[in-house]
């Protein structure tokens, strides 16, 4: 009994990191073929009956875009990533190429992706440029709050 619920977890696993391809792959072609006219006043419209946000709508929409059209990646391949690492991989395509980029999210934590894209982008030993910023809490409702320069 047990044995069959831990396989069946795992194959609900699976699916759903294949399904949000296919997702991704719908909502690219809704978009770009313009199929919620006629149904919907925008694809805004559409995406709020869908109960997905535009953000979460272009994530997936631009896994699609970028890996499996433009980048000829199999969703296969792709699906056993996951769309959070690919998301945070999409600008090393561009500087590194998409199997980089691929194998980056498959290897790679999150944070680990987001330093190499940081180091793309300010390079590698960029000097942080720090701000002074305080921080108090409020003797009333005890929520730390930043203060403002005319609270110095």
């Not at 056993?80 to 500087?95: D, T």
Request: aromatic content about 10%; proline content about 1%; hydrophobic content about 35%.
């Amino acid at each position: 009994m047990n044995e069959e619920y831990l396989r069946q977890t795992k194959e609900l696993v699976t699916s759903i990191q294949t399904r949000f391809l296919e997702l991704g792959a719908r909502l690219y072609k809704i978009h770009e073929e313009k199929l919620w006219e006629g149904s919907f006043d925008s694809y805004v419209d559409f995406l709020e009956s869908a109960r997905i946000s535009e953000s979460q709508a272009s994530i997936f929409a631009n896994i699609h875009k970028y890996y499996v059209l433009e980048g000829g990646i199999q969703e296969d391949r792709l699906a056993l990533i996951g769309y959070s690492n690919l998301h945070q991989a999409l600008p090393l395509i561009q500087a590194e190429g998409v199997e980089s980029a691929v194998v980056k999210a498959q290897t790679l934590t999150r944070e680990e992706i987001k330093d190499d894209v940081r180091g793309i982008k300010f390079g590698d030993e960029h000097a942080h440029s720090l701000g002074e910023t305080r921080f108090a809490f409020c003797t009333e409702c005890k929520k730390l709050v930043r203060l403002e320069e005319k609270d110095l």
